[in-house]
């Protein structure tokens, strides 16, 4: 079932919710630049186990309202924390994908990790997706700047050559062309918001004041959020559990689906 839930005056982003009557909940944060989608292989799966799976697309992509502003993660995580407070959500693992990582940590911190029994984090983009001064991780500056300018002038390639480093397995061309399709749901202008939003955000002090325990799964192959950066969430965030894949790239939900389920589900149970 899909609905829309308003965040911010005139604003509404989109909610699918399957399985509503579930016995466990998890709130789902898509990665850039796609949406809820990008679960597809969890959302087809993960609910016969008895689980409630609610995928938000963030405002600007997939099927939710793209206002011009509001893509920095304070107002994004401020967006999940209405969705959360409107469907009186409580006692739920919260799971986030790339920035949706990075968007969960936030909110863990922000909002005191209001109803969040467990965070699960994959491939986040956190503490900061660019190498800056004394952090020598994550990827150079130049490849956002990048991305930015491809946005403005040739965003179908820039998004199709995204693609092309995204997942470590071999993916059909129609399958290529579908994760190109969730990009294109997206606006030039929040494709390109988010990105400099990676220019700008930091989360190293974000990471210790987590105290839930947190699963991170990621890619040792990743070419979008380089593996060192889940080392350090590991190292960053107390009763945390670092699980690398050794065949996935950034796209570990994909990659490796049914490991990646089945270490979700462990998680959660355990």
Same mark, same amino acid.
């Given at each position: 079932?899909?609905?829309?839930?308003?965040?911010?005056?005139?604003?509404?982003?989109?909610?699918?919710?399957?399985?509503?009557?579930?016995?466990?909940?998890?709130?789902?944060?898509?990665? *850039?630049? /796609?949406?809820?989608?990008?679960?597809?292989?969890?959302?087809?799966?993960?609910?016969?186990?008895?689980?409630?799976?609610?995928?938000?697309?963030?405002?600007?992509?997939?099927?939710?309202?793209?206002?011009?502003? /509001?893509?920095?993660?304070?107002?994004?995580?401020?967006?999940?924390?209405?969705?959360?407070?409107?469907?009186?959500?409580?006692?739920?693992?919260?799971?986030?994908?790339? !920035?949706?990582?990075?968007?969960?940590? @936030?909110?863990?911190?922000?909002?005191?990790?209001?109803?969040?029994?467990?965070?699960?984090?994959?491939?986040?983009?956190?503490?900061?997706?660019?190498?800056?001064?004394?952090?020598?991780?994550?990827?150079? @500056?130049?490849?956002?700047?990048?991305?930015?300018?491809?946005?403005?002038?040739?965003?179908?390639?820039?998004?199709?050559?995204?693609?092309?480093?995204?997942?470590?397995?071999?993916? !059909? !061309?129609?399958?290529?062309?579908?994760?190109?399709?969730?990009?294109?749901?997206?606006?030039? *202008?929040?494709?390109?918001?988010?990105?400099?939003?990676?220019?700008?955000?930091?989360?190293? /002090?974000?990471?210790?004041?987590?105290?839930?325990?947190?699963?991170?799964?990621?890619?040792?192959?990743?070419?979008?959020?380089?593996?060192?950066?889940?080392?350090?969430?590991?190292?960053?965030? @107390?009763?945390?559990?670092?699980?690398?894949?050794?065949?996935?790239?950034?796209?570990?939900?994909?990659?490796?689906?049914?490991?990646?389920?089945?270490?979700?589900?462990?998680?959660?149970?355990?």
């Amino acid at each position: 079932m899909g609905y829309y839930i308003t965040v911010e005056s005139n604003i509404k982003l989109y909610v699918e919710d399957l399985n509503p009557k579930g016995n466990k909940t998890i709130v789902f944060l898509h990665g *850039w630049p /796609g949406s809820h989608e990008l679960f597809e292989y969890q959302f087809d799966h993960l609910p016969k186990g008895g689980y409630r799976c609610i995928g938000i697309d963030q405002r600007g992509f997939g099927k939710s309202d793209k206002p011009w502003t /509001g893509y920095d993660y304070n107002r994004l995580a401020d967006d999940v924390r209405e969705v959360v407070e409107n469907l009186k959500l409580s006692n739920f693992v919260l799971a986030g994908h790339s !920035t949706g990582g990075a968007i969960a940590i @936030r909110y863990m911190v922000r909002h005191n990790g209001y109803g969040v029994s467990k965070l699960a984090l994959f491939a986040a983009a956190a503490p900061s997706l660019i190498k800056r001064p004394n952090f020598p991780y994550g990827i150079d @500056r130049e490849v956002v700047t990048n991305i930015i300018e491809g946005t403005y002038t040739d965003r179908p390639k820039m998004l199709s050559d995204f693609g092309d480093i995204f997942f470590f397995k071999y993916i !059909t !061309t129609p399958f290529s062309y579908w994760f190109l399709q969730l990009g294109l749901q997206a606006t030039g *202008w929040s494709t390109a918001a988010i990105a400099n939003t990676w220019l700008r955000e930091e989360l190293f /002090g974000d990471l210790k004041t987590i105290d839930v325990p947190t699963l991170i799964i990621h890619g040792i192959h990743d070419k979008v959020v380089p593996f060192q950066l889940g080392e350090i969430q590991n190292q960053g965030i @107390r009763n945390s559990k670092l699980i690398p894949f050794y065949y996935s790239g950034h796209g570990s939900f994909y990659d490796q689906k049914y490991e990646f389920n089945k270490e979700l589900i462990d998680f959660i149970e355990g």
